[in-house]
């Protein structure tokens, strides 16, 4: 079975400073899919980055990337430039690699953005 | 298009009521889910409907059951609810054709039970 380890339960960063939100999983699978998703006070799921584990290079969205590190089992996000609009809880998940494997959640790392 | 719909948002119950959380989703996904999340525990898989007309137990199955009504429509039902029930409830679905294998999730139901 997978499990997603996120050992940053919370973390703080002024604004407009990088943060790095950590994340390790472990796997029996080759390949696979791991993505980052947002949960902002409004709770809603929001999908921030995804990573095709067959890929070597790494995922970015605008001021969201990835370090994907596939020996390591390891794939941390990166958020440059923070505003305050990206204080949220963050959860690191794996899923396999077809279209109806489902997702494996680690605890999740609550962000807070300081003005 | 409105993604992944769930009803109702809140819901309060006493210990033994039964209810049923509605889903409905109009991407036309193969695949829906019904997950729950709990304080310091992420969220975690009840069950999953890969495709109409099939069902599987997830992660933590017991004290609930599951219908895939249609394509579109996936509910959760609480036979006799429980306090340890108590929990945000997200449904979700995706696509089995391509390769992103992003899920989709609803704005969730807030249940407790007293």
């Known amino acids: 079975a997978q499990t997603v380890t996120q050992s940053q339960p919370e973390m703080s960063v002024q604004e407009a400073e990088t943060v790095t939100l950590s994340c390790t999983y472990d796997?029996?699978?080759?390949?696979?899919?791991l993505f980052w998703y947002k949960q902002p006070p409004s709770r809603q799921m929001i999908l921030v980055i995804r990573?095709?584990?067959?890929?070597?290079q790494n995922a970015t969205e605008n001021r969201f990337s990835v370090n994907f590190q596939k020996a390591a089992k390891s794939f941390s996000l990166k958020i440059s430039d923070s505003q305050l609009g990206d204080t949220a809880m963050y959860f690191c998940?794996?899923?396999?690699?077809?279209?109806?494997?489902?997702?494996?959640f680690g605890t999740g790392t609550r962000l807070t953005i300081i003005p | 298009n409105a993604g992944v719909t769930q009803t109702p948002k809140f819901q309060v119950l006493k210990t033994g009521q039964s209810m049923t959380l509605q889903c409905a989703q109009d991407?036309?996904?193969?695949?829906m889910y019904w997950y729950r999340q709990d304080p310091g525990m992420g969220l975690r898989l009840i069950y999953y409907?890969?495709?109409?007309?099939?069902?599987d137990k997830g992660e933590v199955p017991n004290g609930y059951n599951v219908s895939r009504l249609n394509k579109r429509e996936f509910s959760l039902r609480l036979e006799s609810a429980a306090p340890s029930q108590t929990s945000v409830y997200f449904c979700?679905?995706?696509?089995?054709?391509?390769?992103?294998?992003?899920?989709?999730f609803g704005p969730g139901t807030r249940l407790t039970v007293l």
């Open positions: 998940a794996h899923a396999g690699l077809f279209g109806n494997e489902k997702l494996t």
């Open positions: 991407m036309n996904h193969n695949s």
């Open positions: 979700a679905s995706s696509s089995t054709s391509g390769f992103t294998n992003e899920q989709f």
């Open positions: 796997t029996s699978e080759s390949n696979y899919y």
């Open positions: 409907s890969a495709s109409e007309g099939t069902t």
């Open positions: 990573q095709e584990a067959y890929k070597q």
